[in-house]
């Protein structure tokens, strides 16, 4: 008898492994789940004031103290125009998107919208989304919420009605416009530690059944973030404190993004212009600056410590969805 239940079993585990192997091969590279994950920190760049590295963040971080932040960042808003992902020979993506959370090492909550320009099956692919870890993006709509690159996009998370002080399940309101076209928004509960808020260039992970992998960062060239390109006024700030103040007089760090092996760079912020905006320009794994970047003590922390990027210089956290 045990061995027919085990016969049994045995055949229902290929059958699942083959229709599971089937699925994979069948669906195209762009069909997987894509993740906006927490920050694979590598640490401040040494020689570089205000400066961190990251495996697929770039742009601006802000929080009360980059040292020992308190739980008091409540509110963010942004803007940027959508970014052409430029044609290519394998698949290629990028995100831009603000959030509150998710850049210091004991913070696992990530509230985030925003956009996508990625390259795959020899098309360009854009579109919104909402996003909380733990879970994957949520997209918007094509068809109602289209977006196409040169759109101008507002987007904004805030404390939601009966909102309170702690870190505990709080409603937010998550709003995100595509200007002169279109407008979401709704409320969700979410428990933010509410220790950061965030102007960001990502390249996200995509994510099988099985595991997660970084992705190639998309070609955009360059992208701009902030009034001084989209005319948005009131954009690229943040509440830290109970006082709303723009990106420029937070306490803030730039944040390099660097290839696999944590020693090139692949996107590079600028300095702010008007205290709030700045672009973010692609660099190709061979236009970075040369040598090998010294990071200092690593102030934030890895983020985690489940699985690891060929060729990184530590742990790094996968956020396996």
Known sequence: MTGTIYGGYRKLLIIMLVVAAASLIA????AAVSTHGRNMNLGQVD??????????????????NLLAPA?????????WIVQTAAPSSTATYSSQWTGIGGFFSNDDSLIQLGTESDYYQKTAHYYAWIEMLPSSESS???????????????????????ATSGTGSNPWVMKISDVGKWSYITTVNYASKKLSGEYIEERPEICSPFSCTLTTLANFGTADYGAFYTSQSGTNDLTVSGVNENLGSAQ??????????GRTEIALPSQLSDGTSFTMTYLSGSTGRSGVPQFGPERYGYNGNSGTVEGAPGPFDHRMH
């Open 27 to 30: 669906a195209p590279v762009g």
């Open 47 to 64: 020689d570089l004031k205000d400066t961190t590295g990251s495996l697929n963040w770039g742009g601006y971080v802000a929080a009360t």
């Open 71 to 79: 739980a008091e960042v409540t509110s963010v808003s942004a803007s």
């Open 140 to 162: 918007l709509s094509t068809t109602n919420y289209q977006v196409k690159a040169g759109d101008k996009i507002v987007a904004s998370i805030s404390p939601g009605t009966g």
């Open 252 to 261: 803030y760090e730039n944040i390099i993004m660097y290839a696999n092996n």
